[in-house]
């Protein structure tokens, strides 16, 4: 009995731990002051299939003007506040602007702005 709460414990110290520093890295590349603007298409939200159990994982793609593909995590709790996807379309000329200094998530790097410059 004692093992499962200890075990119970350390998953919830996990769980907020976590949860308190995807938050910090978020902040931390929202306010970064060495952002790197890059323009293209925006391509959509792509699926990827990920663990057994942990379900898909979402990314946001864009072709970029040099012909190179990027995908970069979506978070919806946080870039839903920052930026409104609903108003971009497949296609649609846009700029993105990302830290190189601060990742997120297994070193995936976090879009804080996008500025739509065509729409359909």
Not at 21 to 26: C, H, I, Q, Y
Not at 31 to 41: F, Q, R, S
Not at 44 to 61: H, M
Not at 91 to 110: A, H, V, W
Request: charged content about 25%; hydrophobic content about 35%; proline content about 3%.
């Amino acid at each position: 009995m004692k093992k499962i709460l200890i075990f119970i414990l350390i998953f919830i110290i996990y769980f907020f731990y976590s949860g308190y520093m995807l938050k910090k890295d978020v902040e931390e590349s929202i306010l970064a002051t060495d952002k790197v603007k890059v323009c293209g298409k925006y391509l959509g939200i792509k699926s990827v299939p990920g663990p057994t159990r942990g379900g898909p994982t979402d990314y946001i793609s864009f072709k970029n003007d040099d012909g190179s593909v990027s995908n970069f995590l979506y978070l919806p709790r946080y870039q839903d506040k920052l930026f409104d996807l609903n108003q971009i379309y497949a296609n649609d000329r846009i700029c993105y602007y990302y830290s190189l200094k601060y990742t997120i998530e297994n070193n995936n790097y976090f879009i804080s702005q996008m500025d739509i410059l065509k729409t359909r």
